[in-house]
């Protein structure tokens, strides 16, 4: 056994992971991380790359169930089950429908609303300690509308957002083509969040902040954890190898693969897994003022340091499925409709695993078996925007102090 009882384990090196570390470290902890692949190769290296704090409504919205059923028809649309999937999916489903109900869909938008603030305060904090105020863009986001119908129904959607005191303006016409040319006109609305930031790209940002952590102290470990237990001063984390360590504290930030580790413990967390699919374009391929977002087709194009990237939609299909590219290609063959002067040529596909819960709250908390062995992952869409507000909420649980928010809607057994 090797032993670190003065250090404490982060099982995950993607940016949830990072952003833990980092918060400790500010602290005084020393963290070792221990990672199975690649330093932030999973849904950190090919996501949208947006800090989307003005992104507080839950996929489990009464406005999504409606349009389910059309969307799960084209198995290349927005929203995709594989048949054979649907069996073992089928329990969170009926979870995903319970958040829907007005009630809960209430309590999510108010603790999603909490969490985002948190998370722009602290990644505020976090960038300019970090050195990564370089690689944020503050350009907005434009979601665009294909119809009046189509506008009209995301109207209560915007009304919650005013609610929670997010600044947005409606477009049209000049104002539209003002923030982005080149748009087909059959998207004569849009919605304009000028708040919105973008990173330069996902993969960059968080190998910078990785840099960082490991300047700062850390160390890390190439192995694959097949169990957490809690021991005697901390916790014990077993590999695949036979080999074991144990550490003061340990906090499992592994994604989509975290659901397994937390069954271990015995924590029953209905964690499911989206496949998430983008296409990353040359630099040039347009130009592209800010992020844009399709609602109504389920995906954005952002523009990156390395090129714009199209991509999103959500097909719930678990880990071992071999991936479909169909869906790739699907949407950049829209892309190219809604921005007649995209060059499609040269483009480079990806596919990554996002770790969803069935209420789009992230699990952030303390397992039962231990509150030496916390809880970082699920965080859906929002990984990237939400890591430093959960790295901070960790660093408080470990330190025995109230966090800055209520976290009762993030616990592991709130379902």
């Known amino acids: 056994m090797s032993t670190h009882q003065n250090e404490i384990a982060i099982v995950g090196a993607g940016i949830i992971g990072l952003a833990t570390a980092f918060q400790l470290q500010r602290e005084g902890r020393r963290v070792r991380l221990i990672e199975r692949g690649g330093v932030a190769e999973g849904a950190s290296y090919g996501n949208a790359g947006a800090f989307a704090f003005s992104d507080v409504m839950p996929l489990a919205s009464p406005g999504i169930l409606r349009k389910a059923p059309k969307w799960l028809l084209d198995p290349l649309g927005p929203l995709s089950i594989p048949p054979a999937y649907l069996p073992r999916i089928l329990p969170w489903l009926l979870r995903f429908w319970r958040a829907s109900l007005p009630d809960r869909f209430a309590r999510s938008i108010a603790a999603q609303s909490a969490l985002m603030r948190l998370s722009a305060r602290t990644m505020d904090s976090m960038a300019v300690d970090a050195g990564l105020t370089g690689r944020i863009r503050a350009d907005g986001n434009l979601q665009l509308y294909e119809s009046e119908a189509e506008f009209a129904a995301s109207l209560p959607g915007w009304a919650a957002r005013a609610s929670e005191g997010i600044p947005f303006e409606h477009v049209r016409g000049a104002r539209l083509a003002e923030l982005q040319p080149g748009l087909s006109p059959r998207f004569p609305i849009g919605t304009f969040t000028p708040h919105w930031q973008t990173v330069d790209d996902p993969y960059h940002f968080a190998m910078a902040l990785f840099d960082r952590v490991m300047a700062n102290g850390a160390t890390i470990t190439r192995a694959d954890i097949v169990a957490v237990d809690p021991a005697e001063g901390g916790a014990r984390l077993s590999f695949a190898d036979g080999g074991t360590l144990q550490a003061s504290a340990a906090v499992i930030a592994g994604g989509a693969w975290s659901r397994a580790l937390a069954a271990k413990l015995g924590d029953a967390i209905p964690l499911e897994t989206e496949r998430g699919y983008n296409t990353t374009l040359p630099p040039g391929a347009f130009d592209l003022k800010r992020q844009l977002t399709f609602g109504g087709h389920g995906f954005v194009i952002t523009p990156l340091s390395t090129g714009i990237r199209v991509g999103g939609a959500v097909e719930l299909g678990g880990l071992k499925r071999a991936p479909n590219f169909a869906r790739s290609k699907a949407m950049l063959e829209k892309a190219r409709a809604f921005l007649p002067g995209l060059r ?37 869409h929002s990984g990237l925007t939400q890591c430093a507000a959960t790295g901070a909420i960790v660093a408080d649980l470990l330190a025995g102090r109230a966090p800055a928010i209520d976290t009762g809607p993030f616990r592991p057994d709130r379902f």
Do not use: N
């Not at 596909?349 to 397992?367: A, E, N």
């Open 344 to 380: 499609v040529e040269g483009g480079k596909q990806w596919m990554g695993f996002r770790p969803s819960m069935p209420d789009t709250l992230p699990v952030i908390g303390r397992s039962k078996a231990s509150p030496r062995i916390l809880y970082a992952f699920g965080h859906g």
